[in-house]
């Protein structure tokens, strides 16, 4: 069993910054790509960024330059730096990762979501 636990959400300022982590726990074989995934208030689930082990990483062109997603293999955790905080950065941000429990059988695990709400 596999379980994804996000921390670090809340409520900023526009212009703001957030650190969100993600640490995977469990039966872990190995993970291949990590990410995040965000849903604001009716409307779909998104991409934010994602991340392999190799360290290729893909962003939503939403945030750009202004988010970064890095992951610490040892420590099987992903974060996401988010700064210069926009209110349509408001949603709910899921972790997410590809990870195998037995060799090359890779399955989707998700966190339980961290709210992050940009406000003045």
């Known amino acids: 069993q596999v379980q994804l636990v996000e921390s670090g959400g809340g409520l900023v300022q526009p212009g703001g910054s957030l650190r969100l982590s993600c640490a995977a726990s469990g039966s872990i074989f190995s993970i291949y790509a990590m990410g995040w995934y965000r849903q604001a208030p009716g409307k779909q689930r998104e991409l934010v960024a994602a991340?392999?082990?190799?360290?290729?990483?893909n962003y939503a062109d939403s945030v750009k330059g202004r988010f970064t997603i890095s992951r610490d293999n040892a420590k099987n955790t992903v974060y996401l730096q988010m700064n210069s905080l926009k209110p349509d950065d408001t949603a709910v941000y899921y972790c997410?990762?590809?990870?195998?429990?037995?060799?090359?059988?890779?399955?989707?695990?998700w966190g339980q979501g961290t709210q992050v709400t940009v406000s003045s």
């Open positions: 997410t990762g590809a990870i195998a429990t037995v060799p090359s059988l890779f399955d989707d695990y």
């Open positions: 991340i392999t082990s190799g360290g290729s990483t």
